[in-house]
């Protein structure tokens, strides 16, 4: 009877591992539009591709076919891929986001997803990686996947257009000749 008891508790465990293995090949990001934009698109270029670790460690390596990596990024003799800029915290400088615009090509574009209705939109990925998002309505995001999945929230903000007449010095919205 141990025996049972043992082997249906081994099972139990090994089933528990596969699923847990299976959740964590799941890539995405969830891309949320700023609010009052009606369509908005969104390219997904990959920068570098990425090899997690244990403990929530992630190696990059150029994705095949580059050679180099972009200004403020240094590729060591194994093929790793390290940042080297002037970023301090979590945030790249304006120029490493400008290089790594000028790095990344059309062969790097991933997808393109286009928002019509307002709602977040969730981008599934093939791998993990370190990707770049550009937006339509002007943003410019890098993200760093060294979670499963990234959430992106497009900040950009919608101007409202007023429209004044200014008769006598008095702004009024219609005016007659």
Known sequence: MKKILALIMALALVMGLAVTASAADDYS???TPPAGVESV???IYKV???VPGANGTISYTLVSGKTTAPAG???DAAGNVSYTGDATGDELTAADIDAIRDYV???DLVTTVEVTDGEPV???LDD???YYVTTSS???VAIDSTKPTAEVTDKNQVPTLEKKILVDGQPVDAATA
């Open 73 to 75: 990024f240094t590729v």
């Open 105 to 107: 090509t059309g062969a």
């Open 128 to 130: 993990a990686g370190y």
């Open 138 to 140: 002007g943003a410019v």
């Open 122 to 124: 969730v981008v599934s």
């Open 48 to 50: 570098f591709d990425a």
């Open 41 to 43: 698109s969104y390219d």
């Open 29 to 31: 990001i969830t891309i």
